[in-house]
Nanobody
Framework: QVQLVESGGGLVQSGGSLRLSCVASGFNLDAYAIAWFRQVPGKEREGVGCLTSSDQNAYYADSAEGRFTVSRDSLKNTAFLQMDSLKPDDTADYFC??????????????????????WGQGTRVTVSS
C-alpha cells in the first residue's frame, strides 16, 4: 500500500527555518519524482517545488526560489522540504506527492497538482510576524 506521511510542521517566527519530512512506505521513493504543495484553507493548492526522479533537476515556484530546497534520503525512503527565511505568507498546510509511475518526470518535473497521484495528509506550517 502506497503511503506518504508528512511531519515537521509547526509554529516558527518570520525569518526562521523548518524542515518538513515525507516518509514513504509501500514503494521505493528513490525511483519517483517528488513534489511539495501547499494550501491555505479556502484557496487553491499551489506547487512549491519538485525534484525529478533522476535527482538531477529541481524546480521551484517563484515564491519559493532561493528559500526552499527539495531533497531526498534514499536510505530512509524519505523526502524533505527545507524552508529558510520563512515569511507569514508561507503559512499553509504542506503536502508531499508523487506521480503514478516510477521513472515518470525523469528530467523535468511539474508543479501541477493534476500530475501527481499519491498524496500525504499534510502538515501545518504557521509563520508568525
Amino acid at each position: 500500500q502506497v503511503q506518504l506521511v508528512e511531519s515537521g510542521g509547526g509554529l516558527v517566527q518570520s525569518g526562521g527555518s523548518l524542515r518538513l519530512s515525507c516518509v514513504a512506505s509501500g514503494f521505493n521513493l528513490d525511483a519517483y519524482a517528488i513534489a511539495w504543495f501547499r494550501q491555505v484553507p479556502g484557496k487553491e493548492r499551489e506547487g512549491v517545488g519538485c525534484l525529478t526522479s533522476s535527482d538531477q533537476n529541481a524546480y521551484y515556484a517563484d515564491s519559493a526560489e532561493g528559500r526552499f530546497t527539495v531533497s531526498r534520503d534514499s536510505l530512509k525512503n524519505t523526502a524533505f522540504l527545507q524552508m529558510d527565511s520563512l515569511k507569514p505568507d508561507d503559512t499553509a498546510d504542506y503536502f508531499c506527492a508523487v506521480p503514478r509511475g516510477a521513472g515518470d518526470m525523469f528530467s523535468l518535473c511539474e508543479l501541477s497538482e493534476s500530475e501527481y497521484t499519491y498524496w500525504g495528509q499534510g502538515t501545518r506550517v504557521t509563520v508568525s510576524s
